[in-house]
């Protein structure tokens, strides 16, 4: 058993307080590891990893009474998404139905509706990975216990990553929302004791390199307030979210795409986002990819140099059938059929799908 302390926040100002105390005894010479606060917000996946023992701390800071919940529509067309917000309302939020389709298909695909209610939007961005070594405590695990190592890079590797992973951990990110923020170019607004800042999506979420411990560069006296996202109108129309998995419902991606294209009057594309999922350890957009589609024609000749572009460096890991080299060719026919799905116009999200 662990005990632990949990205590309601009564406002932002008491939340950080406890974060910062906490990080300044982490710092000190006798800090214990598990005298770590951690702050609850849906629970959905905090409270799984402290079940096994693989977060411990001894205070949960309940921060679901802080007013962090909105949805907003700005009038510039631009959007503020409230981490307290959950994921449902933020998918089902007529605003973002409209105006960021890919961002509702994106979250609709993820969990189950029972868990989408309860998930907010700052906690599915900090989801640790669902990489199976990291969660059996009998193997080694870096991203578990730095310096261990890492048996997943020659193991069943069907999961995991095939770009920008290194020889210290080889763990995918698994959101789904992820995936479309890190396309739509989102900025996360965070704050502690020492006042706010903004963190760009794309240095949001870490490679492994030699820290897979680290998933994020939020401090750990850091709370996330908001995420924006800039506006962008123009992709509405020709957006979608293709998520490849082992069953159609409830599962994470083996490889998932977010696409988006702007098409000028002239039928060509004017600006693309692009970015997959379950291919790494963090949402992986690729700008280059992007920049090869402006100004081609929307075919799947373009489409498949893109894909190309994207997979250039990808390496599969694992032996046999625990390979995951399936995922290179699988996620190259995703990225093209993506991006053909979205050249035709976005599919309605009629909010009826379940998983
Ligand atoms: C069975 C199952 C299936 C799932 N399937 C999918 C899937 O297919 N796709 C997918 O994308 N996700 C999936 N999920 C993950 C789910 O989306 C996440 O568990 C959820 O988004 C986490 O949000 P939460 O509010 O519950 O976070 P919590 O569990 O409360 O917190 C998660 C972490 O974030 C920190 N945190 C939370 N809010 C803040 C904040 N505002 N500032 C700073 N730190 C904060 C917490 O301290 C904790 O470390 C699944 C989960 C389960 C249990």
Redesign the pocket.
């Known amino acids: 058993m662990n005990p632990f302390a949990y205590s309601k926040a009564a406002n932002a100002p008491a939340a950080l307080a406890q974060l910062a105390a906490v990080a300044g005894r982490a710092s000190a010479a006798d800090a214990d590891p598990g005298a770590e606060a951690?702050?609850?917000?849906?629970?959905?996946?905090?409270?799984?990893l402290m079940k096994v023992n693989l977060?411990r701390c001894h205070r949960l800071v309940d921060?679901n009474g802080l007013p962090?919940d909105a949805i907003e529509a700005l009038p510039d067309g631009g959007f503020r998404l409230g981490?307290?917000a959950r994921?449902a309302d933020t998918a089902y939020h007529p605003a973002v139905r409209e105006g960021l389709p890919l961002l509702s298909s994106a979250i609709l695909?993820?969990?189950?509706p029972q868990?989408r209610n309860?998930?907010?939007n700052?906690?599915?961005l900090?989801?640790r990975t669902r990489c199976h070594y990291f969660y059996d405590a009998l193997t080694p695990c870096n991203k578990r216990e730095p310096g261990t190592g890492c048996p997943a890079r020659e193991g069943l590797a069907r999961q995991h990553a095939i770009l920008g992973s290194s020889e210290h951990c080889v763990a995918v990110h698994?959101?789904?929302?992820c995936v479309a923020l890190a396309a739509l170019g989102a900025v996360v607004r965070v704050r502690s004791t020492r006042g706010a800042r903004d963190i760009a999506f794309a240095d949001f979420h870490r490679l492994p390199e030699d820290r897979p411990e680290q998933d994020t560069t939020?401090a750990p006296d850091?709370?996330?307030e908001h995420i924006a996202i800039a506006p962008l109108r123009q992709y509405a129309a020709h957006s979608v979210y293709l998520k490849l998995r082992e069953r159609q419902s409830?599962?994470?991606?083996l490889v998932s795409v977010a696409a988006a294209l702007d098409l000028g009057p002239d039928g060509r594309i004017r600006g693309a986002r692009l970015a997959l999922g379950g291919v790494a350890h963090k949402p992986w957009r690729d700008i280059g990819a992007e920049a090869l589609l402006q100004g081609q024609p929307p075919q799947t000749a373009v489409f498949e140099r893109a894909a190309e572009a994207v997979l250039q460096g990808a390496v599969p890991r694992g032996r046999g059938v625990g390979s995951n080299a399936f995922k290179i060719p699988m996620a190259r026919r995703a990225i093209v059929r993506a991006l053909q799905t979205a050249a035709r116009g976005t599919v309605p999200n009629t909010g009826r799908n379940l998983a």
């Open positions: 951690k702050l609850l917000a849906g629970g959905t996946n905090l409270l799984d977060v921060i962090l981490a307290l994921n695909a993820g969990a189950s868990i309860m998930a907010t700052g906690g599915n900090l989801q698994p959101s789904d929302m939020l850091e709370l996330i409830y599962a994470f991606a």
